[in-house]
């Protein structure tokens, strides 16, 4: 049924969808300007190059070249086809779809699987929660949670469920709800076995997984029977066309405003940790599910907390188990601080107490103070590391000071550097400066062995050409070569652009026609302006949304990412400060100066074509009077528009 929506609702999901709101539930944005920016959501930056135009309902990376409409972003952040998002959008407008073949349905009950396996899992989530709180053989799980600390009410507020021991209670229930078989299998709400489907999940403490939406996507799910024939003390729900555990953190849904107010993420290592945590008033808290926290965890939260470079720093906390898988995950995490630009700091309890044992123990303000305590991450990864080494020998103390080094040449802040070398000697019993010549020999050989790695990878892709890339492809095409807008022709026929596209009340419908797209230098400004001029010939430009659809319809499919660039690009501050329009003596100078320009070529090219007619073996007298002719009425109208201009 994908591609088959009507037109006409496809076009209300777009108006009626808020492209702040659906952006915002993955991307905290500050204003700047008219526009919206933040950290892309789709490739891996330190400063914010991805913008939004509210008014013109369009988003674009000047990163990575990302851009378009609503639907097209999240087709694009959630991995959908076009029917999907659009379902997606209406889903969350509360609105029926009618579809070509004549039916009309809410979008609920849409075909889209990812819809149908969302619908699944949150069917799913409540029938495991009137479970936990109503069934008798749950009592186990009630006591689990009361012995934690945690009543019904906080079970109703994380979603905590119980999944009953029958084994196919839960596959019962979703099929008498319309949901197929292989819903379920694909889902990961149930298995296939010789005698049909069984609940994945049986006789456990189940917590839902949601993603950054808000969405149920998964679970995870806790041993409390001893006689579980399961050994592992927790399951989690195996990848998933929804469900993908390295991007997922639990509790995000419920941290992720406080993230990005607070500029802080705690994370833990547990489901109950989080909500010890935010019961506690630390709300920043989240937790990895299954797995440890790497990469994509990291763009995740940098793009919620605003971890831009050119900021006063975030705050990432980790809090780890004291143990010794505690210290390792630390130094894993420790191996990624580079990736972000925000201070990292790991926090761990003396005795070794996780955050909800802390609070059974000590209360909320324990908790609290844990957090508040907690000490740079190279400053745990230089004590951690040194731990290792035996202090009492002076081979232990040369090899320490060999191993903590490179910690110390990796610190980002280079005016701490002599302060922690200070600090280490005095760890190590060693003089300050033969730390500081293994700090100094480490940083050099971080620095040889990028340069080595850079060219090994530059020297493979030279030795092995592949498919042609985006820029390649751009220079075969000449509407893709995208110009140089460090060209100051190139910036005053962008800015134009930007006008018509961002502003297009501005201009007087005769001023525009006394342009053609070969006013333009560059061909993908051309384009451009051709899809301007089209648009305006059926689309009123009062509607910021439909004038910048038909302009993108308009235009080439190679100049669209130019577009959305256009329409969500910065101008300079020459605004009129009461309307917020471009004042107009701005725009008249735009437009003069690309009148001009276009002018100035159009005169050198007659003139350099009289001289060619003038050493031409037969020379051709009409075409000479033709061309000068035509130099007379272009000089005069460039005349007349330096007599304006001056």
């Known amino acids: 049924m994908a591609g088959l929506i009507n037109s006409d609702d496809i076009a209300t999901v777009k108006a009626r969808s808020s492209i702040e709101d659906v952006v915002s539930e993955h991307v905290t944005l500050r204003r700047s300007g008219a526009r919206l920016v933040g950290l892309c959501p789709f490739h891996d930056e330190k400063s914010p190059s991805f913008g939004i135009n509210p008014a013109a309902g369009f988003y674009h990376c000047f990163g990575c070249g990302e851009g378009g409409d609503v639907i097209s972003f999240v087709q694009k952040v959630e991995a959908l086809s076009f029917s999907e998002a ?10 029926e779809l009618r579809y070509e073949d004549g039916s009309a349905r809410s979008a609920q009950e849409g075909p889209g699987r990812r819809s149908r396996l969302i619908e699944a899992h949150r069917v799913a989530q409540e029938f495991y929660a009137e479970a936990l709180l109503n069934q008798p053989g749950a009592r186990p799980a009630r006591d689990f949670m009361r012995a934690r600390g945690f009543d019904g009410a906080v079970a109703k507020h994380f979603g905590v469920g119980f999944a009953p021991r029958g084994g196919e209670d839960l596959v019962r229930a979703l099929r008498a709800k319309g949901f197929t078989d292989d819903e379920l299998v694909t889902g990961g709400l149930a298995g ?29 799910a806790r041993r409390i029977f001893d006689d579980d024939r399961i050994e592992a003390k927790y399951l989690n729900t195996s990848e ?32 109950t940790d989080v909500m ?28 919620i907390m605003r971890d831009e470079a050119d900021l006063a720093p975030a705050r990432v906390i980790f809090t780890f188990d004291g143990d010794a898988a505690g210290q390792k995950a630390a130094m894993r995490a420790f191996a990624d601080d580079q990736k972000w630009s925000s201070q990292s700091f790991v926090a761990v309890e003396a005795s070794g107490m996780d955050p909800c044992e802390l609070r059974q123990a000590k209360g909320d303000p324990a908790v609290q103070a844990l957090v508040e305590d907690a000490v740079p991450m190279f400053e745990f990864a230089v004590r951690t590391t040194i731990k290792r080494y035996d202090l009492t020998t002076a081979e232990g103390r040369v090899r320490a000071a060999t191993a903590v080094a490179p910690i110390v040449a990796a610190i980002r802040d280079q005016s701490l550097r002599p302060e922690y070398t200070r600090e280490v000697a005095g760890l190590l019993g ?9 700090v100094s020999r480490a940083g050099r050989l971080t620095v040889d ?36 807008p460090r060209d100051p022709v190139v910036s005053a026929e962008r800015q134009l652009l930007q006008v018509l596209l961002q502003f297009p009340q501005v201009l007087r419908a005769e001023a525009i026609d006394m342009l053609t797209p070969e006013s333009f230098s560059a061909p993908a400004h051309r384009a451009v302006f051709d899809g301007i001029r089209i648009a305006r010939a059926t689309t009123s430009s009062a509607n910021a949304q439909a004038w910048m659809a038909a302009v993108t319809e308009a235009s080439p499919r190679p100049v669209a990412g130019l577009v959305s660039e256009l329409a969500v690009g910065t101008l300079p501050s020459r605004m009129d400060q009461v309307t917020g329009l471009p004042t107009a003596r701005y725009v008249e100078e735009l437009f003069d100066r690309v009148r001009t320009i276009a002018l100035t070529r159009q005169i050198a090219d007659a003139l350099s074509e009289m001289r060619r007619l003038d050493h031409a073996a037969e020379p051709s007298p009409e075409r000479t009077r033709e061309l000068g002719t035509q130099l007379q009425v272009l000089q005069r109208e460039l005349a007349t528009i330096k007599a304006g201009m001056a």
Do not use: N
Request: charged share 30%; glycine share 10%.
């Open 192 to 220: 296939r076995g010789s005698r049909g489907l069984y609940d994945r999940f049986r006789g456990r403490l189940v917590w839902p997984i949601r993603d950054i939406t808000g969405d149920t996507v998964g679970f995870g």
């Open 276 to 303: 010890a945590c935010h019961l506690a008033g630390v709300e920043t808290a989240v937790a990895t599910c299954g797995t440890a926290f790497g990469s994509d965890h990291i763009k995740v939260l940098r793009r």
């Open 449 to 484: 062995s990028a340069d080595d790695d850079r060219r090994r990878d530059r020297a493979v892709l030279d030795s092995e050409p592949g498919e042609p890339g985006p820029d390649e492809v751009a220079q075969s095409d000449g509407l893709m070569a995208m110009p140089d």
């Open 240 to 271: 998933t066309p929804i469900y993908k555990k390295s991007t997922v953190l639990y509790g995000l849904d419920l941290a992720k405003k406080r993230i990005a107010a607070d500029r802080t993420a705690v994370v833990v290592e547990g489901y």
């Open 86 to 95: 659009v379902e997606r959008l209406a889903q969350k407008l509360g609105m």
């Open 430 to 438: 060693l003089e300050v400066e033969q730390v500081a010549r293994e």
